[in-house]
């Protein structure tokens, strides 16, 4: 494990996060472990590190090099995938207050805390009804690679603002309500849809 992931997931497991392995410079979890039938880092093991990295271990020892993934869904977390400025633009008359963010091999993933209720997932168009940011974290299992994980053609996630230095919120209604989600009903992808973020 290389010393930038090390410290993630360190500071991962410090947040209560759930985590799972994934496979080296890659996306797809590692068979047995992630996806639908996932093996997460739970509660109990978030709050004891030690027995947390014998976890770690194992993972890597099964595959080393492994990157990490961060449940989304389980750590109640919602993040937006943004590609391309085309997304950026769509969100800029939201005017966010600074959240975490990280630096992807094509953009930017934007974390936010997810509201309860919300368990699916949605997109987010442009003006001309092209799909410009994919917004994840429900129950069709969509994780995040943890910072420090290396994308397939070779770029390594980075914190650009970490939870550190600007603290997790509450997704803001007017995002929200861009992917069609109320605290009463909620029309979001097929759960067959996949995504790689």
């Known amino acids: 494990m ?18 799972c392995p994934i496979n080296p410079r890659a996306k797809r979890g ?11 880092l739970t509660t109990h093991y978030a709050r004891d590190i030690d027995a947390a990295w014998l976890t770690v271990d194992a993972w890597f020892a099964c595959q080393p090099g492994a990157n990490i993934g961060v ?15 085309s997304g950026l633009d769509v969100l800029e008359p939201l005017a966010l207050e ?13 974390y936010f805390l997810r509201p309860a209720g919300m368990n699916k997932g949605g ?5 001309a009804g092209d799909k410009v940011a994919d ?5 069709e299992c969509h994780y995040a690679l943890l910072p420090g ?11 650009v603002i970490s939870p550190d230095d600007a603290p997790l919120y509450d997704a803001p209604g007017a995002l929200l309500a861009l992917v069609g989600w109320d605290s009463d009903t909620y029309y979001g992808p097929d759960d067959d849809d996949e995504w790689e973020g």
């Open 2 to 19: 290389n010393t930038s992931l090390h410290n993630e997931v360190h500071n991962a497991l410090r947040r209560g996060w759930h985590l």
């Open 30 to 40: 590692i068979s047995g472990y992630a996806g639908r039938t996932s093996y997460h």
């Open 71 to 85: 449940d989304l869904y389980a750590s109640g977390l919602l993040v937006v995938d943004v590609d391309t400025k």
């Open 98 to 110: 600074d959240c975490p963010v990280v630096r992807t091999a094509r953009g930017w993933h934007l």
């Open 123 to 127: 997109c987010l168009y442009d003006q």
């Open 135 to 139: 917004v994840i974290g429900g129950l």
């Open 149 to 159: 994980s290396v994308h397939p053609g070779g770029h390594v996630y980075e914190w």
